[in-house]
């Protein structure tokens, strides 16, 4: 895709801009939307503990809305940031429309549970 993965929310008006600190959602809370980071550092959290660190083109709070669960984790702001959020319908309709769009989130999910069990495996 030549303009990259943020091209594909160029101009999008539904963007959310993080303070260092901030909280974009908290572990337990019902999900609405996943989120895009355009720019700026997030991290995933459980508890104080943290799970991954994510920048730009990075999507975060995309199981809670595939599932209807309640979010497994925290996200917070490292940085300055700016999210671009992604509703349901929203969402539907982009990985109906764009493969690469849904390419990118299954990725992310893959990428997730192998840092997992990973985790995991170490443990044992």
């Known amino acids: 895709m030549a303009d990259g993965f943020l091209g594909l929310f160029r101009g999008d008006p539904s963007t959310k801009k993080l303070a260092p600190g901030q909280v974009l959602f908290s572990k337990g809370e019902a999900a609405h939307q996943l989120f895009v980071v355009e720019s700026g550092k997030l991290e995933i959290l459980d508890g104080e503990t943290v799970l991954e660190t994510v920048g730009p083109e990075d999507i975060v709070g995309e199981m809670a809305l ?22 349901e319908k929203r969402f539907l309709r982009m990985v109906s429309d764009t493969p690469y769009f849904a390419l990118r989130v299954m990725r992310v999910l893959t990428h997730r549970l192998r840092a997992m069990d990973k985790a995991i495996a170490t443990r044992l």
């Open 66 to 87: 595939i599932d209807g669960e309640p979010r497994s984790a925290t996200v917070r702001a490292v940085t300055a940031s700016v999210v671009i959020a992604v509703d």
